[in-house]
């Protein structure tokens, strides 16, 4: 691990009677290197709430993140919607699609993103009784620029 850094995303307080969107630390990078190339790795759990005002929000955040990452990006989360819901929309780039590169797959339930490579194999989720969020173990294959 290279580096480790906790980007600011609209929020919703779980805590406040009456909360108001505002950007809070939620959507977790960590840049790895990977055999000499660094590859960003962001880890995000959208709003739950019916209203998908505030995920709309946070997606918009995340891809200004992600445009601001230079080589391969990596995406995995809750992101508490259904792959067709308006919210997702314009992450349309991250959406469902069977794996190809620069785009996502549903893994476990859950979605991993990619852009500049591929998945290779796994895409399992093992069993824990740590939380209803369950690991999923995938093997990526990451291409370096130019291959």
Do not use: Y
């Amino acid at each position: 691990m290279i580096d480790a850094e906790n980007h600011e995303i609209t929020r919703l307080s779980t805590r406040t009677p009456d909360p108001v969107h505002a950007p809070m630390p939620g959507f977790a990078e960590v840049t790895v290197n990977v055999k000499g190339a660094p590859a960003h790795v962001h880890s995000t759990h959208l709003d739950h709430r019916a209203d998908p005002s505030v995920r709309e929000a946070q997606v918009a955040d995340m891809l200004d993140v992600l445009a601001a990452d230079r080589g391969p990006k990596i995406l995995v989360g809750d992101f508490n919607a259904e792959a067709t819901a308006a919210e997702r929309r314009p992450g349309r780039r991250w959406d469902l699609s069977g794996g190809r590169p620069g785009q996502a797959r549903r893994l476990g339930g859950r979605l991993c993103g990619h852009h500049r490579g591929r998945c290779r194999s796994g895409g399992e989720a093992v069993a824990t009784e740590a939380s209803d969020h369950r690991p999923v173990v995938t093997d990526l294959k990451v291409r370096r620029r130019g291959r």
